[in-house]
């Protein structure tokens, strides 16, 4: 069964950096998936934020955090990083990490994801 923990949100200002951690596990060493971030402001819906290829080394992010944002994976850790950095209010919002099965399509589609972590929250004052 896979499991997924998340860490590291907080309240900063604006112009404010944060990284959030998650933690894998149920997934072998040698497994292929995608992980990553995906975020819910309150009345919105949930979208994508940044994705990784665990065992490959490909990435994508959305429009809004790109060259803000930098995800990151510690294969060793079976952990998956999201540095935000220039933090905006916008940015506002419950972060979930998210991975897919073994082999599973992957890319920002919510719909890809199989598992989820509890979430935790980001709040960016101005």
């Known amino acids: 069964q896979v499991q997924l923990v998340e860490s590291g949100g907080g309240s900063v200002q604006a112009g404010g950096s944060l990284r959030l951690s998650c933690v894998a596990s149920g997934y072998n060493p040698n497994n292929y998936y995608w992980m990553g971030w995906f975020r819910q402001a309150p009345g919105k819906e949930r979208e994508g934020v940044a994705v990784t290829y665990i065992g490959g080394t490909s990435v994508h992010y959305a429009d809004s955090v790109q060259g803000r944002f930098t995800i990151s994976q510690d294969n060793a850790k079976s952990t998956v990083y999201l540095q935000m950095n220039s933090l905006q209010p916008e940015d506002t919002a419950m972060y979930y990490c998210?991975?897919?099965?073994?082999?599973?399509?992957?890319?920002?589609?919510?719909?890809?994801?199989?598992?989820w972590g509890q979430g935790t929250q980001v709040t960016v004052s101005s």
């Open positions: 998210a991975s897919t099965e073994r082999g599973g399509h992957g890319g920002l589609p919510i719909s890809h994801y199989n598992f």
